[in-house]
């Protein structure tokens, strides 16, 4: 069975400084990973994706994410927060293959705030 | 392009009542999949549908859930006899075709409230 934490329910980040959201997974074999976004009453729109390749993936918004192997992790980060960054964000992950590595599970979501 | 529609955006319903859920996927898209969203459960899998082969069915809660996709794009979830456990934000989302890498996009999402 593939998981998901992001140890974080929320981060708060004054704007102008770095900000990280972590994640970290577990899965049978290769992983595929997945940030999305989601302000209020809205769905979730698609920020980055991690494949295969090199390590840190850069997507939307200038949010990066650095795909780390030994410790599982995917940790979502930006070099400067602006306030239209807060927003709930959620890690997921799919497996290569098998029983439901169609089907993406998700972590429970970090709540980000960025204070001006 | 257009993205994921749902509708109706907000349903609220009265329990016992039967109600159904719309999805028109992204055009050529021939994966689908719906989601649930509750404060409890987080998101969570419900049900998935690859062309025109038979769905899968393991993440539906009970069998008053059911799903249909005709014609390999629109997909209505009919929920019967809700209960107010079934209250939730029921998400759709679609991928080109079911390959892992493949990025789901995701509707706004209908807000089921059972009274």
């Known amino acids: 069975a593939q998981s998901v934490a992001q140890p974080e329910d929320q981060v708060n980040v004054a704007e102008g400084n770095p900000l990280t959201v972590k994640c970290t997974y577990s899965?049978?074999?290769?992983?595929?990973l997945f940030w999305y976004v989601q302000y209020p009453n809205r769905g979730l729109q698609f920020l980055l994706k991690?494949?295969?390749?090199?390590?840190l993936v850069k997507g939307s918004y200038g949010f990066e994410a650095e795909f780390n192997k030994s410790q599982t992790s995917f940790h979502l980060k930006k070099p400067s927060a602006l306030v239209s960054d807060s927003a709930l964000y959620f890690c997921?992950?799919?497996?290569?293959?098998?029983?439901?590595?169609?089907?993406?599970?998700f972590g429970k979501g970090t709540k980000l705030s960025v204070i001006p | 392009g257009a993205g994921v529609s749902q509708s109706p955006s907000n349903k609220v319903t009265e329990k016992g009542k039967d109600v159904e859920l719309r999805c028109d996927p992204i055009?050529?898209?021939?994966?689908l999949y719906w989601y649930r969203q509750s404060l409890g459960q987080g998101l969570e899998f419900l049900i998935y549908?690859?062309?025109?082969?038979?769905?899968?069915k393991s993440g539906l809660p009970s069998d008053r859930f059911s799903a249909e996709r005709t014609g390999g794009s629109v997909s209505t979830l009919t929920i019967q006899r809700t209960q107010q456990e079934d209250s939730a934000v029921y998400l759709c989302?679609?991928?080109?075709?079911?390959?892992?890498?493949?990025?789901?996009?995701f509707g706004p999402g209908t807000r089921l409230t059972v009274l």
């Open positions: 989302a679609s991928s080109p075709t079911s390959g892992g890498g493949n990025t789901q996009y």
């Open positions: 899965v049978s074999g290769n992983p595929y």
């Open positions: 991690y494949i295969t390749g090199d390590n």
């Open positions: 997921a992950v799919r497996g290569y293959s098998g029983a439901g590595s169609y089907q993406l599970t």
């Open positions: 055009s050529g898209h021939t994966a």
């Open positions: 549908f690859q062309g025109n082969s038979a769905p899968d």
